[in-house]
């Protein structure tokens, strides 16, 4: 069984920073996909950033330059460094693993970017 346990969620200021953490757990193959969806209220769930086993990462337009995806193959566990904050990036966070052909959720950590 897989599980996904997310940290660092929280209430900050507009032009503030948080970093998110990610740590999955369970019979996990070393070749996989991790990353990040947000859902805000009354909008679909959407890509953030993800992250490849390798290295390789993918961001949505709305954050690049903002955000940076990074994760440690070691401790299965994949981060989202959060800077210059905004309003509009106020949301509920999931981190997701695609582990054999299967996609796992966190439970979500609230992000609140106050203006």
């Known amino acids: 069984q897989v599980q996904l346990v997310e940290s660092g969620g929280g209430l900050v200021q507009a032009g503030g920073s948080l970093k998110l953490s990610c740590a999955a757990s369970?019979?996990?193959?070393?070749?996989?996909?991790m990353g990040w969806y947000r859902q805000a209220p009354g909008k679909q769930r959407e890509l953030v950033a993800g992250?490849?086993?390798?290295?390789?990462?993918n961001y949505a337009d709305f954050v690049k330059g903002r955000f940076t995806v990074s994760r440690d193959n070691a401790k299965n566990t994949v981060y989202l460094q959060m800077n210059s904050l905004r309003p509009e990036d106020t949301a509920v966070y999931f981190c997701?693993?695609?582990?054999?052909?299967?996609?796992?959720w966190g439970q979500g950590t609230q992000v609140t970017v106050s203006s």
């Open positions: 997701y693993l695609l582990n054999r052909g299967m996609d796992y």
């Open positions: 369970g019979s996990i193959f070393r070749i996989n996909a």
């Open positions: 992250i490849a086993s390798v290295g390789s990462t």
